[in-house]
Nanobody
Framework: QVQLVESGGGLVQPGGSLKLSCAAS????????MAWYRQVPGQERQLVAV???????NYADSVKGRFTISRDNAKNTTFLQMNSLEPQDTAVYYC??????????????WGQGTQVTVSS
């Protein structure tokens, strides 16, 4: 079993910054990708950013230039630095990881979610 624990959400004013963290622990052979998604009530969960084990990164168009995803492979942790936050960034942010529990078996795991609220 693998657990993802997120931290760093909260309330911030427009134009402010927050940094989210997500630490993976448990039966981990390798982590192939770590990502952040966000979800607003009544809408589908959407990809915000993803970082692959070889370093390739993709961002949603809406966050390019404002958000930065990074990863500490030694600690199985991913970070999402969010700058210039806007009210439309308000959502529950979820960490996701594609984890190899053996050399040939990969599972998809989710964190519990952390609320980010951008409001004056």
């Amino acid at each position: 079993q693998v657990q993802l624990v997120e931290s760093g959400g909260g309330l911030v004013q427009p134009g402010g910054s927050l940094k989210l963290s997500c630490a993976a622990s448990g039966n981990i052979f390798n982590i192939y990708a770590m990502a952040w998604y966000r979800q607003v009530p009544g809408q589908e969960r959407q990809l915000v950013a993803v970082i692959f084990s070889e370093g390739r990164i993709n961002y949603a168009d809406s966050v390019k230039g404002r958000f930065t995803i990074s990863r500490d492979n030694a600690k199985n942790t991913t970070f999402l630095q969010m700058n210039s936050l806007e009210p439309q960034d308000t959502a529950v942010y979820y960490c996701n990881a594609a984890v190899g529990v053996t050399r040939t078996t990969i599972y998809d795991y989710w964190g519990q979610g952390t609320q980010v609220t951008v409001s004056s």
